[in-house]
T-cell receptor, first 114, second 112 residues
Framework: DAGVIQSPRHEVTEMGQEVTLRCKPI?????LFWYRQTMMRGLELLIY????????DSGMPEDRFSAKMPNASFSTLKIQPSEPRDSAVYFC????????????FGSGTRLTVV | DQQVKQNSPSLSVQEGRISILNCDYT??????FLWYKKYPAEGPTFLIS?????DKNEDGRFTVFLNKSAKHLSLHIVPSQPGDSAVYFC???????????FGKGTSLLVTP
């Protein structure tokens, strides 16, 4: 298995633009997580899905953020409109269970909003 | 509000010595604790875990200690190697099976 695949690896965009981050989880994993890494807050959970259904999106910072999982092999995190404070590394992870330890993380998308 | 706290942003240790990374938590419902390791430009990878029914778990050079009364856990790396240089994240999960709650991470540098 190729692991969790995220795209793009890097994204630079101007403030106000729409940004879409993509994730392909490991086949057979029922859970998919979106985390954001910043210096101030470390790794913070944004949203997670179980069997394609959003379980908790309380970590999504604002209405500008939305996430979807239309099928078991694909998820998107969208920011519209983007702001400079959204600059961070966004990780997608998948797992058989919510509690770990089997979280497999993707390599992340480094987002820079200028 | 951070429920998992890693108060040392960085740590530098000489090769061959012991590295001790610390983690505190505030949620008494946490019953499963993990350490993840992250190299630059890569995602975090699982390192070692411990259940609240134990106070110690060992895996080769890595040992995690849990002090439930103090709500504190630590990761010991003995002996430290330059390849251990990475960011280490402490994580915790509660009995409800909710997603992992991570700390801010500690950047470890092991110098030759």
């Amino acid at each position: 298995d190729a692991g969790v695949i995220q795209s793009p690896r890097h994204e630079v965009t101007e403030m106000g633009q729409e940004v879409t981050l993509r994730c392909k989880p490991i086949s057979g994993h029922d859970y998919l997580f979106w985390y954001r890494q910043t210096m101030m807050r470390g790794l913070e959970l944004l949203i997670y899905f179980n069997n394609n259904v959003p379980i908790d999106d309380s970590g999504m910072p604002e209405d500008r953020f939305s996430a979807k999982m239309p099928n078991a092999s694909f998820s998107t995190l969208k920011i519209q409109p983007s702001e400079p404070r959204d600059s961070a590394v966004y990780f997608c992870a998948s797992s058989l269970m919510a509690r770990g330890p089997g979280y497999t993380f993707g390599s992340g998308t480094r987002l820079t909003v200028v | 509000d951070q429920q998992v706290k890693q108060n040392s942003p960085s740590l530098s240790v000489q090769e061959g010595r012991i590295s001790i990374l610390n983690c505190d938590y505030t949620n008494s419902m946490f019953d499963y604790f993990l350490w993840y390791k992250k190299y630059p430009a890569e995602g975090p990878t699982f390192l070692i875990s411990i259940s609240s029914i134990k106070d110690k778990n060992e895996d080769g050079r890595f040992t995690v200690f849990l002090n439930k009364s103090a709500k504190h856990l630590s990761l010991h790396i003995v002996p430290s190697q330059p390849g251990d240089s990475a960011v280490y994240f402490c994580a915790a999960s509660d009995v409800s099976g909710y997603a992992l709650n991570f700390g801010k991470g500690t950047s470890l540098l092991v110098t030759p």
